[in-house]
């Protein structure tokens, strides 16, 4: 195989691990540390064996690491599933070290209690610098990307690719299949590093050979499928005799994901009410001596299951009137961008620029009417019985979510249904967690503020 082809991937997986080598060794360190300052007596107070326990739990949770998150390096620069996994791992390290520990007799219980909590927060940090780094890289070399080429029809593959160079190839479409010795010829004359197949490309027998064909070459073969809104990790293979059966199932909450879910809601929520309280009371004081009258606006908003509810915002418009007409104007309909309000008050606008005009709703979500992560709060005339707009009223309605993180009020409303759509077929908390520290991103660059 020509090493060309596979040295982009050889460095990914190199870096990958080398990450999360790192990661362990610092999640090593800073346990100790905590413990020398904390419990210096806790299981590392004789020195012979403190030192057996920090080289065994150390040599076990890097081997550990590095095995299981080389495989995650297809995902370097997307995908959820390379920081899930690194929380799998994390934890998968930690059972291996309590085990190993164990069968040698080591007192090292409370290290491995300290690392159960770095291990998992280091990993995904240098995770994501790693992939901050590669991103850039991309953007820096977007004329020089490998190529990668599109075998049959891929709908707008080609123009996602060409756009977001961040992805790292530069896509060739070939959409009239001929035979797979033709695209093995067209790989080798653009020096290819990948290949993406359409699913309806040739017969069964055709689609392995060019599989085959493409591997001879060196190069990552890929199958384009129509599972964006699909939870990859519910995605089940059953073999046949001819075929491989994709079982799909999308990660709808069920029981325990709503009842996790809605622990996680109310124990952040508190919190949040506790650290943003003194500037929502500056905030409904600025608001009361600049205009007067009601600090609070009460919109009605569609909930979970079509039930509607009251939704509260601090009053940030010179009226209710103009509260209600820039309501209407949004639901007048449903592909036209949001335009920035008419009337707003001088510290209407600075509360809106910092969504501080939206923290009243988390008292919402300790009451159960609002989640802090979940699809667009809608008005009752922008719902219709349309199979997407009625998918997204199983969970509760969100302070912020994929719409939030993507635009804000750069998106029209189509747009932030479909990403309410996805949230609510690939929800996991951990998905929760990565919407709500984007959003504290978002908010501070301003992305979309109205």
Known sequence: MPLNKLSRDAQLKTQVGVVDAVSSLVALGGSWWLLSLVAPSVGLSDAHSGRLTLFVTGSVSTLVTVVSGRRMAAQVVAGLQFYSSALRGSILAIAACAVVGYFLNLHGRALLVVMFALLPASR?????????????????????????????????????????????????????????????????????????????????????????????????????????????????????????????????????????????????????????????????????????????????????????????????????????????????????????????????????????????????????????????????????????LLRRLNVRPGLTGLWQISGRGDLSLDEAAELDVRYVDSWSLFHDIVILVRTIKTVLSGKGAR
């Open 124 to 388: 995904v940090a240098l995770r994501w610098a790693l992939r901050q780094r590669v991103r850039r890289a991309h953007r820096r070399l977007s004329d020089r990307l490998p190529v990668a080429v599109l075998v049959g029809v891929h709908g707008d593959l080609e123009v996602t690719l060409k756009l977001d160079t961040e992805l790292g190839y530069q896509p060739v479409s070939t959409p009239n299949f001929h035979s797979p010795g033709e695209v093995a010829d067209v790989v080798r004359a653009l020096n290819a590093s990948a290949v993406v197949l359409d699913r309806q490309v040739g017969s069964s027998a055709e689609f392995r050979e060019l599989v085959w064909k493409v591997e001879e070459l060196g190069c990552k073969v890929m199958v384009s499928t129509p599972l964006g809104l699909m939870a990859p990790n519910d995605v089940v293979v059953v073999p046949t005799a001819s075929h491989d059966l994709m079982v799909l199932s999308t990660a709808s909450l069920g029981t325990s994901g709503r009842f996790i879910k809605r622990v996680f809601d109310l124990l952040v929520a508190a919190v949040l009410i506790i650290v943003s309280f003194p500037i929502l009371a500056i905030a409904m004081i600025a608001l009361l001596l600049s205009h007067g009258g009601p600090i609070l606006h009460r919109g009605t908003r569609i909930g979970v299951g079509g039930q509607l509810f009251v939704m509260y915002k601090l009053r940030t418009l010179d009226s209710v009137q103009a509260h209600s007409t820039s309501s209407a104007r949004a639901a007048s309909d449903l592909s036209a961008p949001k335009q920035a309000p008419h009337g707003a008050t001088r510290v209407g606008k600075i509360l809106r620029r910092w969504s501080i005009d939206e923290l009243p709703q988390l008292f919402q979500v300790v009451s159960g009417s609002m989640s802090l992560v979940g699809p667009r709060p809608r008005l009752p005339d922008e719902h219709s019985e349309s199979a997407v």
